[in-house]
């Protein structure tokens, strides 16, 4: 079973699409829940409700969040509710009456010695964490998270391999499901626009903790109530739409919107580049100089009084993101200044990527191209250890490679060390970088760079050009050098044991050989005729832009980074860059986005495959 999320998957049916716009839609097909998936979701919820009615009778188990607002993805989590109010009722009725309470069957759980109402939150979730942990079979790792701000207790269940949380008191987010739903439902460009930022945001390393999926969905969702004349209505709008059956107040605040989607006006919008838009949108923003909301459907200037009184309370930051119900709450309150700026400038590199042609254009020669690109995960990984990383997917596609590379598809093996050689090949003898294979424990580096099937002949497409006139170039190779080309017997191939073990390069760059690249590429074409290996083509390239330099090489290398391949999945490599010095430059960032979208495709021919997806 190929799992439907890995890059390599997902990568490759995009690339297929025709363009950008089937793009959108497909992802939402590659990314949303099975029947499947949803049957057993369902399962799992009715096993639930099952053991907790044993000990809480009358309560119900609700599922929230992403597997029911219609932004559900293949493994996202299981947001519950356990609604105990009816169990109150229950109880303080029998224990009004005790007499007359028999039937209810509260008397015989092991609420006969808890008054439920009276009980601390902490000691009310440990006594669900008991029951989780002692009653439903499969749920594995559980854990109470009293001081959340909304306490929760964790679990995982081990045959689905879902993670999930269990509420106790989180009405609020029921109703902020069902509007999500709602706006899910109000038009379709909603769900593809919703999938598109909230995966953008994740491989940028934007998404987590600080700045989650509901407050990035909700800063969707004020995009379009903002869009002229708007796909989506106010919250303000909604409350006034609603009938009856639809008023709600929940902990004082009013939740009043239509249930039922065909009470909305469909939307008179027609754009079609709304992604664009978006990144165009909050690219240019002022974040913490106003705050967001979506029951106006407009930016509210700071400081009050713009504010309206509901909002007392509200929490101020970097990035203001009010609740669309809960009116006191900044939805985005722990989203810090570093955090909040990164999102802007990297909303202004999407914009500025989308209205290239790369972005509009399908790639006829297998590169990177609309929202692929947007989706590799270009930018920081989130996670204190791997701050600065900067990552490149190396997808190896169905086609290409050796007889081991079609052999061994998992794990580490000799198909990750041809991938790795080739990696070492692309950067050292096609880019001219200086480039020391490290040393895994027991493994001889010198395979890194040199082994590899040979050279094939067919078009190499090759990444971004920025036309630019080229620099300085030159090149110096580093000690210790190896002989090139040589292929180490099987014997002597490095082998990792250590599934934590990686294959490293120190890499140094002496010349902007990504500059300039497509005319001096035609200019060789030219000279040479259209004969002769793309992979020579693009040294022969290189070191033309070297020897426009002059002999030599410059007193200070252009930049030097730390390389580290890892296996990211089924016949997919990592490559994870380390610039040096941290945060890398201007200068960098230009010469990982050329490599980003060269060195997969280059190491792909290298090792006899085609360009991959589009074979
Ligand atoms: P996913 O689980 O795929 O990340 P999700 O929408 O389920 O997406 P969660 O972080 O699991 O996101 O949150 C579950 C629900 O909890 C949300 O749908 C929302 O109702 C509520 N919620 C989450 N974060 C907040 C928040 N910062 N403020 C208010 N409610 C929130
Ligand atoms: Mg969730």
Redesign the pocket.
């Known amino acids: 079973h190929q799992d439907p999320l890995s890059p390599g998957r997902l990568e490759q049916t995009l690339w297929q699409a025709s363009d950008v716009d089937s793009q959108m839609s497909q992802l939402v097909g590659l990314l949303e829940l099975s029947e499947d998936e949803r049957h057993m979701r369902h399962l799992l919820v009715t096993l639930f409700q099952e053991v907790f009615t044993e000990f809480f009778p009358g309560c119900t188990i609700v599922p929230?969040?992403?597997?029911v607002?219609g932004?559900d993805?293949h493994g996202?989590?299981l947001?519950l509710l356990l609604d105990l109010e009816p169990t109150k009722s229950l109880q303080a009725s029998s224990q009004a009456a005790p007499r007359a309470g028999s039937g209810s069957g509260a008397e015989d759980s092991i609420l006969t010695d808890i008054d439920l109402a009276a009980t601390p939150v902490p000691e009310v979730l440990e006594l669900v964490a008991t029951v989780l942990r002692r009653c439903v079979p499969g749920v594995r790792r559980v854990r109470a998270v009293p001081t959340a701000r909304r306490p929760v207790v964790k679990f995982c269940h081990k045959q689905s391999g879902l993670a999930g949380?269990i509420s106790i008191d989180?009405r609020?987010?029921l109703l902020?499901?069902r509007y999500?739903q709602l706006c899910a439902e109000a038009d379709e460009r909603v769900r593809p626009l919703v999938y598109a930022v909230r995966l953008w945001a994740k491989q940028q390393g934007l998404a987590g903790p600080l700045l989650?999926?509901?407050?990035l969905?909700l800063l969707v969702l004020f995009f379009l109530q903002t869009r002229s004349p708007p796909v989506l209505p106010t919250v303000a709008q909604l409350r006034d739409m609603a009938g009856d059956e639809d008023r709600t107040v929940v902990c004082g605040w009013d939740c009043s919107f239509p249930r039922d989607v065909a009470l909305l006006e469909p939307s008179s919008n027609t754009e079609s580049s709304l992604l664009a838009e978006f990144f165009h949108t909050f690219g240019d923003f002022d974040f913490a100089g106003q705050v967001i909301s979506l029951r106006e459907g407009r930016a509210l200037p700071l400081p009050p009084p713009a504010l309206p009184e509901a909002s007392e309370g509200l929490k101020l930051g970097p990035l203001n993101l009010q609740?669309p119900f809960?009116l006191s709450?900044n939805?985005a309150a722990n989203v810090n200044e570093k955090t909040a700026s990164r999102f802007g400038r990297c909303c202004r590199d999407a914009a500025k990527y989308c209205r290239s042609l790369q972005y509009r254009q399908k790639s006829s020669k297998g590169r990177a191209w609309g929202l692929t690109r947007l989706f590799q995960p270009g930018a920081v990984e989130p996670g204190a250890g791997n701050a600065g990383a900067f990552l490149i997917n190396i997808p190896l596609g169905s086609t290409g490679g050796s007889e081991q590379l079609g052999r061994e598809p998992r794990g580490r093996g000799p198909w990750f060390w041809e991938v790795c050689a080739a990696i070492g090949f692309v950067l050292r003898d096609v880019l001219k970088c200086s480039c020391t294979a490290g040393r895994p424990p027991g493994a001889p580096s010198e395979d890194l760079g040199l082994s590899g099937a040979s050279v094939v002949s067919e078009e190499l497409p090759m990444g971004p050009d920025t036309e630019e006139e080229p620099q300085a170039v030159g090149c110096k190779r580093h000690a210790p050098e190896t002989p090139n080309g040589t292929e180490l017997p099987e014997g002597k191939r490095p082998r990792m044991n250590n599934p934590e073990e990686t294959a490293n390069w120190s890499c140094t760059v002496w010349h902007r050989v990504w500059t300039g690249r497509r005319r001096v590429r035609r200019q060789l074409q030219h000279s040479d005729g259209p004969e002769g290996h793309e992979l020579e083509l693009e040294q022969k390239v290189s070191e033309a832009i070297v020897q426009q330099e002059g002999d030599g090489h410059p007193a200070e290398p252009l930049l030097c980074f730390e390389a580290s391949a890892r296996v990211g999945g089924t016949r997919w490599v990592l490559l994870r860059l380390l610039p040096s010095p941290a945060p890398p430059g201007p200068l960098f960032r230009d010469f990982f986005h050329f490599l980003q979208s060269f060195l997969p495709i280059a190491v792909r021919r290298r090792l006899g495959g085609g360009p991959g997806p589009q074979d």
């Open positions: 929230f969040g992403s597997s607002n932004f993805i996202c989590d947001d949380d989180n609020l987010a902020n499901t999500l989650n999926n509901y407050a969905t609740d809960e709450h939805v």
